[in-house]
T-cell receptor, first 114, second 117 residues
Framework: AQSVTQLGSHVSVSEGALVLLRCNYS??????LFWYVQYPNQGLQLLLK??????LVKGINGFEAEFKKSETSFHLTKPSAHMSDAAEYFC????????????FGGGTRVLVKP | KAGVTQTPRYLIKTRGQQVTLSCSPI?????VSWYQQTPGQGLQFLFE???????NKGNFPGRFSGRQFSNSRSEMNVSTLELGDSALYLC????????????????FGPGTRLTVT
């Protein structure tokens, strides 16, 4: 079975500061990992994905994530927070070739202070 | 390309009724997955359809069912609604291939917010 743990249900950062959202996964097979963002009253938007190519993955809106197999982690970072980054972020894992079922973490809500 | 569309966006139903939600995937996508999002349980996988066949299923009771049509559009049905079925129901589409190198990215629609009273 797969599972995803996101540390911190709420994160508060100042505008211009580093954004770091933590995600740890467990998977019995090589995982496919994703970060999604959800703005209020909207669906999920894909930020970036890891599918066994480069371990450092760059996504949209200046976000990037690094896959660390030894730590079973896939943390999301952005060097400088913008007010528009205020949203909820979800880390997800799938088994790729075994189907498209995504298992999500509990989500981290980001608040950006001016 | 148009994104994933879901109808209706909002729905209010009474306990015991049934409801059908609709999802139109991105053109060319053959896989449609459904997820339930609630404050208490978070995002949970309901089922996935690929080429009109259910390929994966989550841990939901039989009251939750779905189907996919030949044009890849999908519907989800919930019978005998309970208060706990109040949630945002999200549909996601992907190319759906299972071969190495295929894209597994799922693209989500805006969701249908179901309120059961």
């Amino acid at each position: 079975a797969q599972s995803v743990t996101q540390l911190g249900s709420h994160v508060s950062v100042s505008e211009g500061a580093l954004v770091l959202l933590r995600c740890n996964y467990s998977s019995s097979v090589p995982p496919y990992l994703f970060w999604y963002v959800q703005y209020p009253n909207q669906g999920l938007q894909l930020l970036l994905k890891y599918t066994s190519a480069a371990t450092l993955v760059k996504g949209i809106n200046g976000f990037e994530a690094e896959f660390k197999k030894s730590e079973t982690s896939f943390h999301l970072t952005k060097p400088s927070a913008h007010m528009s980054d205020a949203a909820e972020y979800f880390c997800a894992v799938s088994r790729g070739a075994a189907g498209n079922k995504l298992t999500f973490g509990g989500g981290t809500r980001v608040l950006v202070k001016p | 390309k148009a994104g994933v569309t879901q109808t209706p966006r909002y729905l209010i139903k009474t306990r015991g009724q049934q409801v059908t939600l609709s999802c139109s995937p991105i053109s060319g996508h053959r896989s449609v997955s459904w997820y339930q999002q609630t404050p208490g349980q978070g995002l949970q996988f309901l089922f996935e359809y690929f080429s009109e066949t259910q390929r994966n299923k989550g841990n939901f009771p039989g009251r939750f069912s779905g189907r996919q049509f030949s044009n890849s559009r999908s519907e989800m049905n919930v019978s005998t609604l309970e208060l706990g079925d109040s949630a945002l129901y999200l549909c996601a589409s992907s190319l759906g291939g299972l071969l190495a190198g295929d894209s597994y990215e799922q693209y989500f629609g805006p969701g249908t917010r179901l309120t059961v009273t």
